[in-house]
Nanobody, 114 residues
Framework: VQLVESGGGLVQPGGSLRLSCAAS????????MSWYRQAPGKECELVAG????????NYADSVKGRFTISRDNAKNTVYLQMNSLKPEDTAVYFC????????WGQGTQVTVSS
């Protein structure tokens, strides 16, 4: 199993970023996928999750209305569109799949600062 995140960077408050997670080594369409984040000194938190077919979505209260999770099963990729970014969104963002054992990507840094 391999998960490779990309798309992070430095953005000003109010800006947008789109994160991608390319998956390989398993049947992508058979598993729900999630995005987590970890800010310095804070616990890792679930940001958003998406079901296998992309029908069921769930979000942390802190990102509802600003972030959108989606997936392309033909491309084995899950996305996180982040709009109206705030400084408190600064964190390392991780892609995750739970197969009974959780697999994680290496993470991508998102920094929201003026």
């Amino acid at each position: 199993v391999q998960l490779v995140e990309s798309g992070g960077g430095l953005v000003q408050p109010g800006g947008s970023l789109r994160l991608s997670c390319a998956a390989s080594g398993f049947t992508f369409r058979s598993y729900a996928m999630s995005w987590y984040r970890q800010a310095p000194g804070k616990e890792c938190e679930l940001v958003a999750g998406i079901s296998r077919a992309g029908v069921n979505l769930n979000y942390a209260d802190s990102v509802k209305g600003r972030f959108t999770i989606s997936r392309d099963n033909a491309k084995n990729t899950v996305y996180l569109q982040m709009n109206s970014l705030k400084p408190e969104d600064t964190a390392v963002y991780f892609c995750n799949v739970n197969m009974g054992v959780r697999y994680w990507g290496q993470g991508t840094q998102v920094t929201v600062s003026s």
